[in-house]
């Protein structure tokens, strides 16, 4: 199985190969889709099968032009910050929004809490800015392919050792197969919530995405941040998210940081929301 057969209806650290979901592949572009709302009900449509894989989602997303007579009574802007306004809840399956950033707005580099993430430019562009995660956090994805690696290496040294009793063959620390305390797990825990190294976190790439653009991104491949570089025009951007999530990490650009934080919305289903306005870390960094 390759990363564009994972199931978008599991968490990224349960899909059952987890060492592919590292690679990235080209976006295949599939039919043409007329309209947010059929987008929205060819979505629906997949995510009622049991297995979704990632490029059935890129199809679609991809296959859906933009035009703002379809999303424009969603796109709820904010002078100060970008907004988050949820189009439609996916039966629990997954969501999908629209985003709108005003001129210069942008998002803190942050997680996707263990899932899928799908991004689509509808108007204006975005930069995608890319981060290693910080040596001393791991998703969770990658605490699982690790573990698995030391299991199947814990394996092969038993097998070893069998094979040396059964020789009767005197191993110490000078035999090539000698692993000291035989097969001790040891599993490099978070420490975002005690001590930890500050360091700047350390930035992998940048794209820039124009109008119908898709992209992707989940936890194995690392954290990102959104922005809209002109300072002149707005932009807006359909997101979905699978298995849909209330909260995520953000982290610090100068210490790699990490601070949980709540996902908001500032509308659902066109109405704004009537809310306090509480301070978020995700927006502070702007």
């Known amino acids: 199985m390759d990363v564009e057969s994972a199931n978008c209806k599991h968490r990224v650290s349960e899909c059952s190969d987890l060492e592919q979901l590292s690679v990235e592949r080209p976006l295949k572009v599939g039919r043409e889709i007329d309209g947010l709302e059929n987008l929205v009900s060819e979505l629906h449509g997949i995510f009622s099968q049991d297995h979704v894989n990632i490029q059935e989602v890129q199809n679609l997303m991809s296959g859906y032009k933009s035009s ?36 210069g707005h942008a998002s803190a580099i942050h997680d996707h809490a263990d899932s899928h993430c799908f991004m689509k430019v509808l108007s204006g562009s975005l930069e995608e800015v890319r981060y290693d995660w910080p040596k001393n956090i791991q998703p969770e994805v990658i605490k699982r392919i690790k573990k698995r690696q030391s299991r199947r290496c814990c394996s092969e040294s038993n097998d070893i ?17 000698y692993r000291q305390n035989n097969c001790q797990e040891k599993e490099n825990g ?21 109008v119908d653009d898709v992209c992707y991104i989940n936890d194995a491949l690392g954290l990102h941040r959104m922005e809209n ?22 982290f610090d650009s100068r210490t790699g940081k990490a601070t949980s934080v709540n996902v908001t919305f500032w509308s659902m289903y066109g109405k704004k929301i009537k809310r306090v306005i509480e301070a978020n870390p995700a927006d502070s960094q702007e």
Do not use: Q
């Open 68 to 103: 703002p007579k379809h999303w424009r009574k969603y796109a709820k802007f904010d002078r100060f910050r970008y907004t988050r306004n949820l189009v439609d809840a996916g039966n629990g399956a997954f969501n999908i929004m629209i985003l709108c950033w005003g001129p």
């Open 229 to 250: 570089p002109s300072h002149v025009d707005g932009a807006v951007s359909l997101h979905l998210y699978c298995p849909p999530f209330d909260s995520c990490r953000v």
């Open 190 to 210: 978070d420490l975002e919530n005690g001590d930890y190294d500050a360091k700047s976190m350390e930035e992998t790439g940048r794209t820039r995405l124009e």
């Open 161 to 177: 050792n069998e094979n040396i009793a059964k020789l009767d063959i005197d191993c110490d620390e000078t035999c090539p197969n």
